[in-house]
């Protein structure tokens, strides 16, 4: 049996394994489908302190696992399928396989929202994506118009990313107001090869029939009226949703499907503590992240102490 089991491999599981494995408590660290989380997707992580010069979201994350590693934690593939917390030993099944624990740090982080049309998923990979330090720089969209969806910091940070790749970058949002901090939003407009367009929806991604992103069709909310933007590829930058679909039943969560907590990291049953970004809807950054994922370690430690 597992003292500690963490689920999730981003800043706040890593950081929870850096604890829990120099606590001796040997934690077992389990991966998901995205080993080192969002972050790996970044370019130059520029806030993360200790790195006056930024450091590449996925050395920083390679780092953590190597500083988790040496003090004894274990770093496996897996994905979790189901768990059961409502008797203990806690029970958590990875690829079909049920493995028992006696504390749980779930640190699952969040997954990209998505427009919800059909077209998008038809031309996920073949235009349409969610990221843009990973799929910019491809061959297709070399000195074509881009379009980038959404009015937050990540659609900036999208959006100025592009400029080094695309011919123009379309950035659509529903408002006419971005939502992103001030720095960034000035950054964005001011940039000679952003064009926003305001007040606006994608309705449909063209073209599923040719197997490639041809352009989308835009409706501005304010007219009702509808028009074709010609573009290579669409950067979906609306923000996130937590992965908590396994703890369905099993945790508390709130509206938004966030896992609630019950003072500091504490989840609704005793034993099973959160980290990151599938509890917070509100901060969301790697220090933060890596904050209470060392949080939850000393809770953990602590509960499990406690049990002796
Ligand atoms: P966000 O701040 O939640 O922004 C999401 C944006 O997408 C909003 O502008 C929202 O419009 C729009 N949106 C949401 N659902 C939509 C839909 N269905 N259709 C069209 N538009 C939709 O998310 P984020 O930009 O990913 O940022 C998340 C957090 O990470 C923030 O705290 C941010 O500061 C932080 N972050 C920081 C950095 C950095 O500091 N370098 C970089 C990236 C992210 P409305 O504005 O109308 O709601």
Redesign the pocket.
Known sequence: MEQVLIIGTGCAGLTAAIYSARANLKPIVLTGTMPGGLLTTTSVV??FPGFPEGIDGYELMMKLQKQAEKFGAQVKFGNVDSVDFSKRPFTVVVDGEPVEARTVIVATGSGH?H??LKSEDLLEKKGVTYCATCDGALPMFRNQPLVV???????C?EAMYLTRFASTVYLI???DQ????KI?AERTLAHEKIKPVWDS?VEDVLDPAQNKVTGVKVKNLKTGESHVIDCAGVFV????LPNTQIFNGQLALDEAGYIKTFGGTRTSVEGVYVAGDVADSV???AITAAGTGCAAAIEAERYLAAQE
């Not at 969806?149 to 659609?155: I, P």
Request: net charge positive.
């Open positions: 520029e806030n929202r427009l919800g969806v959404g009015g937050g910091d990540s659609a940070e949002h529903r408002r971005l939502r992103a901090s960034m929806v930058a609306i923000g996130h901060y969301r950054q």
